[in-house]
C-alpha cells in the first residue's frame, strides 16, 4: 500500500464555492451579451455540455465567486495532500474562475461533450486517481456516486437526509454546514427594505404645504409610498446583479446576499421584472403625472445602473435627482407644486450626501494613486476633490434655506417665519457634523443609513419638527 496522501478532490458550485457559477454566467450574460446569450441557448438541443462551453465563451472580465472559507480552511490542514478541483461547470470556465485562489494540482471540468457530474464524475475521478485512493468534498445527491468511489471527504450542505445517504456509501465524510440564512430571509435582505425610509420624501410635499391633515392626500402619500418601494427594491435587485463582481471586492458590500452567495443570482432579474410591473401597474393607476415621475425614476434608475455610475460627477448628480424625483413624485399623487425653493434646497443636500457616500468609499478603497476604481469613474486622490464638492453643496443647500427664510413666499405660511431661522443652524450644523465625521474615518456607510442609526441625527430633525410647528402656530 502506498504511503503517499491520499488526493483531495473538491467540487465548485455550492462547495467551493458558496454559489452556483452557472447561474452566475447566465446572468452575467444576459446583462452584457443578451445577444450571445440567445445565440447560445440552441446548444441546449445537443447538450448541457455544449451549451456551457458556449457560454464560457462568452467574454466576462473581473470573474469572482463568494469561495467557502470554511472548506479552504479544510483544505489547508492538509497541507501535504494534493488538491484538484473536478466540477461539471466548462473547464475552460473553472481555469479562469480559480486562477490565483491557490495552487491546485488539476482542474477537472466538462468540455464540448461530456458534463462532468454524478456518474461520468464518479467514473472519470475512479479512471484518473483510482477507487478509494481520493477524498471527496461536495455538496448535492449528484455527488452521492462519487463519494461511492471515494475513501472519505466531506459534505457541504445542510441536508440531514444526504448527510444520512452519504454516509451510507462513505461512512468516513465529514460535515461542513454551509451556514446559509433561509433563502426567503436572504431574498427579502436583497429587496433591502431598510432603504424604504428614503422613499417618505414623497409625503415631504404634504408637510411643506401644510396639508398633512387631509385624509385623501395622506392615503395618495401612503400609495405613493408603495410604489416606490416596489420600484426601488427592483433597482437594488438590478444592481447587484450588475454589481456582483464588484461588490465581491468591497470590504461590506460583499455581504450583500447574492455576492455573498447566500441565495442564486438567477432570482435578481424575474423578481426585479415583477416588482417593477407591479409597481408601475399600481403607478398607472394613480394618476399620469405621478406614472410619469415613477416612470421618470426608473428610467434615470437603471441608466444609472448600466452607466452613469462609471462617470464621475454625473453619478452622484443622478443620484441627487433621484432623491428629488420623489418630492415631485409626492406632488404629483396629491396636486401640490413643488416650489423651486424646495427642489433647489433637495438638489444641494442630496448631492451633498450623495458626495459623501462617495468620498467614504474612496477614502475607504485601499488602492494606490492612479488605479482606478472598479465600475467607478474615479481616482483614490479624488476623494479630496469630493470631500471639498460635497462641503460646497451642503454650504449652499443650507444657504437657499435662508434665502427662502428672506423670500415674501414665507409669510403666506407661518405665523412666526423668523423662528424658522434656528432651521438654518440646524441644517448647518447636521451637514457639518456629517462632514466633520466623515473627514475624520469615523462614518463607513452610506450617510444616510448612518444618519438613521445616529442620534444626534434624530435629534436635529426632531429639532427641525418643533421649529417648524412652532413657527406655523405661534404669534
Known sequence: MSDAPLQIVVDLDGTLS??????????RAALRHPFRLLAALPALATSRAAFKARLAAIPAKNLSAPWNRDVLNALTQNADAPVAVCTASNRDFAVRLCAGLRPFTAIHGSDTEVNLKAEAKAAFLRETYGQG????????????????????GAVVSDDAALLAEARRVCPALDHLPPRKPPAVLSLVKALRPHQWVKNLLVFVPLLTSHRFGEPSLIRACAAAFGVFCLLSS?????????????????ASKARRPFAAGDVSVLWALPLCATLLAAGLTVAAMLGAPFF?????????SVVYSTGLKK????????LASLYTLRLFA??????IVISVWLAAFSIFIFLSLALCKRYVELRDVGLPPGVRIGRRGYFPEDARFVLNQ?????????????????????TLLYHSPSILWIAVLVVSYWGGRLWLLASRGQMHDDPVLFALRDIVSWSCLGLLLTVFFAAMTLG
Request: glycine residues 8%; aromatic residues 8%.
Open 18 to 27: 458558496r454559489s452556483d457559477t452557472l447561474h452566475e454566467q447566465i446572468v
Open 133 to 152: 485512493r481520493f477524498l471527496y468534498f461536495g455538496n448535492s445527491r449528484e455527488d452521492v456516486p462519487v463519494w461511492r468511489e471515494a475513501a472519505g
Open 234 to 250: 427592483a433597482i437594488y435587485l438590478l444592481n447587484d446583479a450588475i454589481d456582483l463582481d464588484a461588490d465581491r471586492q468591497h
Open 292 to 300: 410619469t415621475a415613477a416612470a421618470g425614476y426608473v428610467l434615470l
Open 311 to 318: 462617470i464621475a460627477l454625473l453619478d452622484v448628480y443622478a
Open 330 to 335: 409626492g406632488g404629483a399623487v396629491t396636486g
Open 390 to 410: 460635497g462641503i460646497i453643496a451642503m454650504g449652499c443647500a443650507a444657504l437657499v434655506l435662508a434665502i427662502y427664510l428672506s423670500s415674501s413666499a414665507v
